[in-house]
C-alpha cells in the first residue's frame, strides 16, 4: 500500500526505466547475431554496393543484421532509440530534481546515485556506439586515442593497452562488446536497485498543496492504481519507440563503409550525450598570442610532451559540470545552513539561485553541444566557420553569466506578480467606470488553493558570518556569507497573513484597483 503522488513531471523517471528495459530487450536480440570480431573478411552479404569491400567481422555482422537477419534492422534502430531517449529521459529527470530542490535531505545520496546513473548512461551509449566498427564510431575512437596519449608519461601505454596495440589496434571492439553488454549494464541494474530503494524508504516527494505536508504523502497506492498505470505507460513507451525506429532512420553505417584510419568524412556527429565533449575540444585553440598549449616537460628519460589543448577541454569543462553537479546538495545546504528535512518540492521561481545555477549550467552544456556542428552551422548558415567559432567561444563564457542574470531576474519578477495576484487578485479582463468618471479593471480574487500555491514556499534570506564558540569568524564562514548575500541579497518576500488582511480591507473580497507595489526587500 505504499502510496505515491501523481504529477506528469514525475514521468521522466518512468520514461527512463521503461526505455533501459527496451534496452535490454532489444541488446539481447542483437547479442544472438553479432560477432565482435575485428578479423579482417571480404564482405559478400546483401548489400550490393558493399560486396567484395573489405571490413571487420564486426561491421559486416552488422551489415548481416541490418539486411539479411528478419526484423534486424527494426531492432537495431529500436535499440539506438531507446538509447537516445534513456539519456534524454534521464537528463530530463535530473533536472526536474535540481529545479525542485528535490535533491535536499534526506536526498543526497540519491542525487549522487541519479549522477552515476547519468555517467553510466553516456557510457553505455558510447561503448555500444562504437561496436559497429564503421568510419563514424571509428573516428570517435580516434578522438579517445588522442584523449589517451596527450597524457604525459602513462598516455602511450594506456591507448596500446586499451586497443591492443597502435590504433586501431586488434581488441577494442572485444573489450568494449564485454563493458557494453556485461559491466556497464550490471552497474546500471544495481545503481536503479538502489535508486528505487531510496526513493521507498524516503518516501516520494510531492508538489506543495493543500492537505500535503513533510509528513504526509497524497496520491495513489502502488497496488493497483499505480501498478496499472505504470504497466500501461510502458506499453505506451514501446509503442512510440517502435514507431519511431519503424519510421526514422538512424545510423546507417552502410552509407559510412568500414572504418579506415585515413580518411575523415566531414560534418560528422557523435551521438548527442557525447556532442559536448567534440564541442569543447573544437573550442579549444592551440595557441593564445605566443602562448602554446603544448608543453614539453623534461624527464631524466626522455622529454613528455603535455598537450593541454586536448587535455584540458576533454577532462576539465565535463569535470567541472559533474562535480558542481554532485556537490551541489551539499553547497546548497552549507550556504542556506538548511539541515532541516524536505519532502515537499520547490516551485523553480521560488528558489530563483538555484534556477538561476541550474539554467547557467544547461546554457554551458549547451554552448559545448552547439559547437560539435559548428561545421554544419557554417555550412548551413553560409557563414565563415571561424565566426562561428569565435561566437561560440564568446558564449562558453559569456553565456552561463548572462543565462544566470536573466533567470534570477525573470524568477524574481515572476514572484513580484505571484505577490501581486495574492494581495490584489487576477485580472477579470472586465473594464469599469467610477462616477467621477476613471477606468479601472476589475479583479477577482483567488481561489484558497491557488492563494495557498503562491504563498507557502520557505523564504530564504541572507544569512550573514556567524562567530564560532570562540567568537572568531573563520575564512570558511566568511565565504559561506558572501554567497549567501550573493544569492538571497534581492528577494521577494511571500505574502503574510496580515498584509492579506490589509489588502483585503482596503479594496474589497472580490474586486481591486489594480494598484502596484515595490516587492523586493534588501
Known amino acids: 500500500r505504499k502510496i505515491f503522488p501523481d504529477h506528469w513531471s514525475f514521468m521522466f523517471g518512468e520514461v527512463a526505466l521503461y526505455t533501459f528495459v527496451l534496452l535490454l530487450l532489444s541488446g539481447t536480440f542483437l547479442t544472438f547475431f553479432f560477432d565482435p570480431s575485428m578479423a579482417h573478411v571480404t564482405y559478400n552479404g546483401s548489400y550490393v554496393p558493399m560486396k567484395g569491400i573489405g571490413m571487420s567481422t564486426a561491421m559486416a555482422s552488422t551489415m548481416d543484421i541490418s539486411f539479411d537477419v528478419r526484423g534486424g534492422l527494426f531492432m537495431r534502430q529500436v535499440h539506438h532509440w531507446s ?293 554544419l552551422i557554417a555550412t548551413h548558415f553560409h557563414v565563415s566557420l571561424n565566426d562561428v567559432t569565435y561566437w561560440l567561444r564568446a558564449l562558453f563564457f559569456l553565456g552561463p553569466i548572462l543565462a544566470f542574470w536573466l533567470t534570477r531576474r525573470i524568477c524574481l519578477s515572476l514572484q513580484r506578480k505571484d505577490r501581486e495576484i495574492v494581495l490584489h487578485g487576477r485580472e477579470a479582463g472586465i473594464i469599469q467606470m467610477s462616477p467621477e468618471g476613471g477606468f479601472s479593471e476589475k479583479h477577482e480574487e483567488v481561489d484558497v488553493y491557488k492563494r495557498y500555491l503562491l504563498t507557502n514556499y520557505v523564504d530564504r534570506q541572507y544569512i550573514p558570518a556567524q562567530p564560532d564558540a570562540a567568537g572568531h569568524v573563520s575564512g570558511s564562514e566568511k565565504r559561506r556569507a558572501a554567497l549567501s548575500k550573493f544569492f538571497f541579497e534581492d528577494r521577494v518576500a511571500p505574502v503574510t497573513p496580515s498584509e492579506l488582511e490589509a489588502a483585503h480591507a482596503a479594496h474589497g473580497h472580490h474586486e481591486v484597483e489594480g494598484d502596484k507595489q515595490d516587492s523586493i526587500t534588501k
Open 83 to 375: 538509447a537516445l531517449l534513456f539519456v534524454a529521459s534521464l537528463s530530463v529527470h535530473m533536472l526536474r530534481v535540481f529545479f525542485t530542490g528535490a535533491f535536499r535531505r534526506p536526498r543526497e545520496l540519491n542525487w549522487v546515485v541519479g549522477g552515476l546513473l547519468l555517467i553510466m548512461g553516456l557510457a553505455a551509449g558510447f561503448t555500444g556506439y562504437s561496436l559497429p566498427d564503421d568510419l563514424l564510431s571509428g573516428n570517435g575512437l580516434r578522438i579517445i586515442d588522442g584523449v589517451m596519449k596527450a597524457l604525459p608519461i602513462v598516455g602511450t601505454y594506456l591507448s596500446m593497452f586499451f586497443f591492443g596495440g597502435e590504433f586501431p589496434g586488434d581488441a577494442v571492439i572485444p573489450r568494449l562488446y564485454s563493458l557494453h553488454i556485461m559491466i556497464v549494464p550490471a552497474v546500471i541494474i544495481l545503481l536503479l536497485v538502489v535508486h528505487l530503494f531510496m526513493v521507498v524508504t524516503h518516501k516520494h516527494t510531492q508538489y506543495p498543496g493543500p492537505g500535503r505536508t513533510n509528513d504526509n504523502v497524497v496520491g495513489f497506492p502502488v497496488g493497483p492504481v499505480y501498478a496499472a498505470k505504470a504497466g500501461g505507460f510502458f506499453f505506451i513507451i514501446f509503442g512510440i519507440v517502435a514507431l519511431i525506429a519503424g519510421l526514422f532512420q538512424i545510423n546507417p553505417v552502410w552509407n559510412y563503409g568500414p572504418y579506415d584510419p585515413s580518411p575523415v568524412s566531414a560534418g560528422t556527429q557523435p551521438d548527442w550525450y557525447i556532442g559536448f565533449v567534440d564541442g569543447a575540444l573544437r573550442l579549444m585553440p592551440g595557441v593564445l598570442g605566443n602562448f602554446s598549449f603544448e608543453w614539453i616537460i623534461p624527464f631524466p628519460w626522455g622529454d613528455n610532451t603535455l598537450v593541454l589543448s586536448v587535455l584540458l577541454p576533454a577532462l576539465v569543462p565535463a569535470g567541472a559540470l559533474f562535480a558542481v553537479m554532485f556537490a551541489w546538495p551539499w553547497i546548497e545546504r552549507w550556504v542556506t545552513k538548511d539541515d532541516r528535512e524536505h519532502h515537499l518540492l520547490d516551485r523553480p521561481r521560488n528558489a530563483p539561485f538555484r534556477t538561476a545555477m541550474g539554467a547557467a549550467g544547461v546554457v554551458f552544456y549547451c554552448v559545448m553541444w552547439a559547437a560539435a556542428s559548428s561545421d
